[in-house]
């Protein structure tokens, strides 16, 4: 009995070491999983984030950022925050929020030549050899017209009257308030031309949550594609070296379109 007594404790042994290797791996895996879920929710918020002025396109960006937060420092509002643990934000990278502090358009923008690696380009915020924050492309101010309480009559320019570009980034349209018939709607139109993305008009907006909010450009805007081109516009004609020539057949198409028409009014005059 006293020669098994060893291997029935090589056995114990080698259970328990079963089981820490599989609690190991377990514990492993879930520790994966939370950062891998971190990882996730930080590139899915880095899509929506609202970069200093002169910031690269955001997947080269990420790249080049070094995170030593110079950025952050040489701003004077405090408007420029850096990601920290639980912000489920690319670490250590510069952000800002509108509604809390927006860029109030410094214009010797002194986040920009500060920072040591092209992060921030300070190239793409100049003009004419000078510095020129309305150059700048932090972003896209979209109104929501449900919420927005000028497109319901009541009278609000707010966000025009916040503007650093008076009259050219958000201008004010007028449309007859057919329901009162006497009094006018004026309608925030922002143009995309000129916006800049500081977020002033978003700090600015009266209602309860804005009704006007910055969002990158490439989420704010949609893309027509290389199909279509605006004819009157020479510049945009170039994209038509993009384009090549997709034909989709089908029983309809085979046709040709005086048969389909004639054949859509007999079937008219019988019916």
Same mark, same amino acid.
């Given at each position: 009995m006293s020669e098994n007594r060893p291997k029935k404790k090589e056995s114990v042994t080698d259970?328990?070491?079963?089981?820490?290797?599989? $609690?190991?791996?377990?514990?492993?895996?879930?520790?994966g999983g939370f950062i891998w879920s971190a990882y996730v929710d930080e590139v899915t918020a880095s899509s929506l984030l609202l970069?200093?002025?002169? $910031?690269?396109?955001?997947?080269?960006?990420?790249?080049t950022c070094i995170k030593c937060g110079l950025c952050v420092e040489a701003c004077p509002y405090d408007t420029l925050l850096l990601a920290k643990p639980g912000d489920h934000k690319p670490l250590g990278t510069p952000y800002f929020v509108p509604r809390e502090v927006p860029c109030y358009m410094c214009p010797d923008i002194p986040c920009v030549p500060v920072c040591p690696t092209g992060a921030l380009d300070e $190239?793409?915020?100049?003009t004419d050899g000078k510095l020129d924050i309305n150059s700048a492309d932090m972003g896209l101010a979209v109104v929501d017209e449900e919420s927005c309480i000028a497109f319901w009559g009541i009278q609000c320019d707010a966000c025009y009257r916040a503007c650093p570009i008076l009259?050219?980034?958000?201008?004010?349209?007028?449309?007859?308030?057919?329901?009162?018939?006497?009094? $006018?709607?004026?309608?925030p139109i922002v143009h995309s031309d000129a916006c800049t993305g500081c977020g002033l008009c978003e700090k600015a907006c009266v209602t309860e949550k804005p009704a006007i909010h910055i969002l990158p450009r490439e989420v704010a805007m949609g893309r027509a594609g290389d199909y279509y081109i605006k004819g009157w516009d020479k510049e945009d004609e170039k994209r038509l070296k993009n384009a090549h020539e997709i034909k989709t057949t089908t029983e309809l198409s085979k046709q040709k379109a005086a048969d389909k028409l004639n054949g859509d009014l007999l079937e008219g005059l019988y019916e």
């Open positions: 259970r328990r070491k079963f089981i820490l290797n599989m $609690a190991r791996g377990v514990g492993l895996a879930t520790m970069r200093p002025p002169g $910031a690269i396109d955001e997947k080269d960006f990420l790249r $190239a793409s915020v100049t009259g050219e980034a958000i201008t004010i349209e007028y449309q007859k308030n057919e329901r009162t018939g006497k009094h $006018a709607f004026m309608k």
